[in-house]
């Protein structure tokens, strides 16, 4: 199946996740397109059935139930829709997917040096929607039999293999290939094909990669990643690493050859397709943005400030499968900040590691839920450290100064993530699209990550970023239209003025100017307050700050600031909490706080 | 969602299981189809390269790299004894010398000229798959290894530590919500399986590895202890290499929980017999579960009939009558029978709106509970 010519106006897409497809359906109506139906089933790659398109029928048979509208002929999807011969209710205009089953994409990068060609390569390769399971390089600190020790246990999807400006030192990048040559290493799936390898580095020194891995991996040559120390060229291999999925570890795992053949686009891997439909978003709005997917197993977190687009994977930090590990990596005491109440330390860690053992399980009681949701906020905040460490300006790289910045003397490879300039972070994952109260995902995004003066927050509806993305590789108009419309929830706009100070004391005076019919609503906002004021979806606001001397609110300490802010589900919401966040110390005054934060925007049930 | 439960945990006392005992390279297979194996029979044989070692000759002849070939006295692919000589330079006068030394025996693998590195390599490492259970050889995959059918009474655990083992089976308590102190393991309990109830501690474990239990198998543990155990917090379900002495595994969850009744007595009832159990947990997709696999006897087998010659198939759902457990709190550890499947949406206590399910317990006592907090009791 191809796509067609002629406009669509009848598309299906499933996202294959490791446990569960997904399929929507998006029909044209009248002028736009919509999400009308949603199906689901388990995923089939695993042992007994170890085909993917049962669980891809399955949930299309849902799809069918729901809908009313035949989509099937047998295993056969119908199409092109049969409207034109008067079956308005019968078949499709195309089927796209992703896929991330069989634990995605998994990578190992190689690069000279680990802060410069070996940092570009993970930013390649993470780009491209894989997970990286390693980044050796030549200054990695590890032993040369520890690095082959190294690729040969770990079994990765591909290898990416970069090194050396164009017409630089060929020595390193050899090294690396040499050590890749020694360990022999295996794909992950299948015994009986070459692993792919991909050579992105000093286009001197092709010829000597070809002699060392041209027999022992399935090579492929693309253009370096980093040409010149100063640019960055992650494009062509990102492209590379696109079509080895598909050739070679989709077509390895069972069911995909099928199911490659009945979509109308190339599968894509999960990620690299919510990476695109964020992309497309934050370049149509000029946005900076943050997105977030906070999973069972992982937590990615995508970002575009100013048209740089990066994605960073943390595996193991998930509310299932990794929940244990946020604990292990968060501490006790840094989840325990985030819980209304106290509870004992053997019970939680038991509990914890009862859901992680049974990952499906689901909060049954309140304190089940806010324990939950404590995670959640560690989880997030560890996921995006990890991203701004990864989401940096190139390093090693030269730069020009001027007289002004004599007294400013930065180095380079600083993070591009500036939470003042961000304006919208979108978060998805079951525990911010499914939290019981919109206020929830809200509250746990604000305190996650702290944002600094103006920023609206979303969340995905119901997870359909994954097939928004790839739709957007078909036609853009449908796939813009579905996420405005269905896919994103605007919560509203959080205002967090900077600066800290006693609780009780006068962070700063505001005077909010709604539309009309409603009176202007003034105050004062205290330090260690949370104020929250119902503005619709559709609705917007003027507010006017007038801060104490000591707080910035992004135009410089004391000084007032007039902005139009946005609503949403939950509303506008100022933060008074102070930047940076600080819980009370002692834990009769912190659970005091939170209590009293959690009354005044009405978090949980009484 | 048509299909949504937690599918449970096996525990049947009559099942036809099939291993898969591959190697991990490509090797020999030593066992035939028809052959009568035991759980130490070893089925398949492979060789893994050596490790590899890094000399840069280069730099310790104080020669350009492209120059190296020049100064080996070994060719690739020749043998080389530990401090052996393999390079050497050729100064004047004797007395400048330097030469070049194997630290390793084994043979030499690579030389590169842009680099000035030599590749060593350690002989081969023998790899030995062993067959696990005792039972017959039913497929022989050439080259990769044999599946090997038995016919057992099986027990699949929730999560365990530790690979693959084997021993005689043994009940240290005579009931499952019993906890079983460090001072009720014997030193005759060595090389055995050993059974607990509810729960057992760190000292417990502590004893266990003193005596040389061959596995434990229990209701439930600490967090803490595994925490003690291990020397790490484990942050991701994904076991089975662990070295602590022992195979452990856990039947019911975290927590002092007594084990199923239906698990007690079925490995009360096999006491004495050969077990071979696995702590191997994987916990995402693929899940593989510990489990403890009591292989019948010839004449066992011979009284079995013609059974089932594979796994039950995957079951359609879940029903009223069935056995459950509940999976979480506050009802964690709980056995009882599905009473009623409402089809409609519940709002539950964190006002998510959820499926649910009625549970009545033995004590006559019933709850409402999201399906997705049971598992099934299976086999």
């Known amino acids: 199946m191809t796509a067609s010519a002629q406009p669509l106006s009848v598309i299906i897409a499933t996202d294959c996740g490791s446990t569960t497809t997904k399929a929507i359906l998006i029909e044209k109506l009248g002028n736009e397109y919509r999400q009308t139906y949603r199906g689901e089933a388990p995923t089939t790659v695993e042992a007994p059935f170890e085909d993917v398109t049962r669980g891809v029928l399955n949930s299309l048979a849902e799809l069918e139930d729901l809908s009313g509208r035949k989509i099937l002929d047998g295993e056969r999807i119908i199409t092109p829709n049969h409207a034109a011969q008067g079956e308005p209710k019968v078949g499709v205009d195309i089927y796209i997917s992703t896929s991330s089953a069989g634990g995605g994409l998994q990578m190992m990068v190689a690069g000279a040096v680990q802060s410069m060609t070996g940092e570009s390569a993970q930013r390649c390769a993470l780009g491209a929607g894989a997970i990286v399971m390693d980044v050796l390089a030549s200054n990695d600190g590890r032993l040369p039999h520890e690095k082959i020790e190294r690729i040969r246990s770990l079994r990765p999807d591909m290898i990416l293999l970069s090194g050396g400006t164009d017409g630089g030192t060929v020595t390193h990048v050899v090294e690396m290939a040499e050590y890749i040559a020694a360990a022999e290493p295996r794909p992950r799936l299948g015994m009986s094909y070459q692993l792919p390898l991909i050579y992105a580095g000093n286009k001197n020194a092709r010829d000597r990669i070809k002699e060392i891995l041209g027999e022992k991996t399935s090579l492929v040559i693309t253009d370096n990643i980093r040409p010149v120390l100063e640019r960055e060229n992650l494009a062509p291999a990102r492209t590379k690493i696109h079509d080895l999925f598909l050739e070679h570890v989709m077509a390895q795992a069972p069911g995909y050859k099928k199911l490659i053949e009945w979509t109308g686009a190339p599968i894509m891997p999960t990620p690299a397709a919510v990476g695109l439909i964020m992309e497309t978003i934050a370049k149509r709005e000029h946005l900076n943005l943050i997105g977030v997917d906070i999973g069972g197993a992982t937590t990615d977190v995508f970002s575009v400030f100013g048209g740089v687009f990066n994605r960073t994977v943390s595996a193991n930090l998930g509310l299932s499968y990794s929940v244990s590990n946020v604990l292990a990596e968060a501490g006790l005491a840094n989840i325990m900040r985030w819980v209304p109440f106290t509870i004992e330390e053997q019970i939680l860690r038991n509990r914890i590691k009862n859901k992680m053992i049974r990952p499906t399980t689901i909060p049954q009681t309140l304190d089940e839920l806010q324990i939950e949701q404590a995670i959640a906020r560690e989880a997030l905040r560890l996921a995006l450290i990890h991203h701004k460490s990864l989401a940096t300006g190139l390093k090693g790289v030269q730069q020009e100064r001027s007289i002004s910045d004599i007294f400013e003397q930065r180095a380079s490879g600083q993070t591009l993530i500036d939470m003042l300039k961000l304006d919208l972070i979108v978060g998805s994952g079951g525990i911010l699209s499914h939290a019981p109260r919109r206020v929830q995902s809200m509250l746990m995004m604000v305190d996650a990550y702290e944002p600094l003066g103006f920023t609206q927050l979303s969340v995905d509806s119901i997870f359909m970023m994954p097939h928004l993305g790839v739709l957007s590789t078909v036609n853009e108009q449908a796939a813009t239209d579905v996420f405005v419309r269905d896919c994103m929830i605007y919560l509203g706009t959080c205002v967090a003025p900077i600066g800290q100070g006693k609780d009780g004391e006068r962070c700063t005076d505001y005077t909010i100017s709604f539309g009309e019919g409603r009176s202007p609503e003034s105050g004062t906002l205290t330090f260690g307050e949370l104020r929250l004021f119902p503005l619709g979806r559709d609705e917007r606001a003027q507010i006017e700050l007038r801060p104490a001397k000591q707080v910035d609110l992004s135009e410089g300490k004391g000084r007032s600031v007039t902005r139009d802010v946005h609503g949403g589900e939950v509303g506008l919401l100022l933060d008074g909490r102070g930047r940076p966040l600080q819980l009370p110390a002692k834990p009769e005054a912190r659970l005091a706080a939170l209590t009293r934060w959690h009354r005044t925007v009405g978090l949980y049930p009484k | ?379």
Not at chain 2, 188 to 198: F, R
Not at chain 2, 205 to 223: P, Q, S, T
Not at chain 2, 225 to 230: A, G, I, T
């Open chain 2, 1 to 379: 969602m048509a299909h949504a439960y937690t599918p449970g945990l096996t525990v049947t006392e009559q099942t036809v299981i099939r291993k898969r005992r591959f190697l991990p390279i490509p090797g020999t297979v030593l066992a035939k189809t028809g052959d009568r194996v035991q759980a130490e029979t070893v089925v398949a044989r492979a060789e893994l390269p050596g490790k590899v070692h890094v000399v840069n000759v280069a730099n310790l002849l104080g020669i350009a790299p492209d120059e190296i070939r020049d100064y080996l006295v070994k060719k690739e692919g020749e043998s080389l004894g530990r401090d052996e000589v393999f390079a050497e330079n050729k100064p004047f006068i004797k007395w400048f010398k330097t030469e070049v030394r194997s630290p390793i025996q084994g043979k030499l693998e690579s030389v590169s000229t842009i680099t000035g590195q030599v590749l060593l390599r350690e002989p081969p490492r023998l790899l030995e798959r062993l067959a696990y259970v005792d039972g017959t050889v039913v497929d022989l995959h050439p080259g990769q290894g044999v599946t090997v059918e038995t016919r057992c009474s099986m027990v699949q655990g929730i999560f365990g530590i530790g690979g693959e083992t084997w021993g005689e089976l043994v009940m240290a308590v005579d009931s499952p919500d019993k906890t079983l102190p460090a001072a009720q393991l014997l030193p005759t309990m060595k090389s055995k399986i050993v059974v607990s109830g509810a729960f057992l501690g760190i000292e417990t474990m502590r004893r266990a590895r003193e005596i040389g239990v061959a596995g434990l198998v229990v209701g439930g543990i600490h967090d803490k202890d595994l925490r003690e155990l291990l020397g790490y917090d484990l942050g991701v379900a994904i076991t089975g290499t662990e070295q602590v002495g022992f195979t452990l595994v856990i039947t019911e969850g975290f927590g002092t929980i007594p084990m199923a009744t239906k698990t007690f007595e079925l490995l009360t009832k096999h006491v004495s017999q050969k077990a071979s159990i696995s702590g191997t947990t994987q916990i995402r997709a693929g899940v593989i579960r510990p489990e403890i696999l009591i292989p019948w006897k010839s004449d066992q087998q011979s009284a079995g009939g013609t059974g089932p010659t594979a796994p039950a198939a995957e079951r359609s759902g879940i029903r009223i009558g069935d056995h459950v457990r509940v999976i979480r709190d506050p009802l964690f550890g709980r056995i009882g029978q599905v009473a009623a499947l409402p089809t409609d949406l519940r709002q539950i206590e964190t006002e998510s709106v959820v499926r649910v399910l009625e549970v009545k317990f033995a004590d006559g006592t019933s709850a409402v509970i999201p399906r997705a907090n049971v598992e099934i009791i299976e086999g």
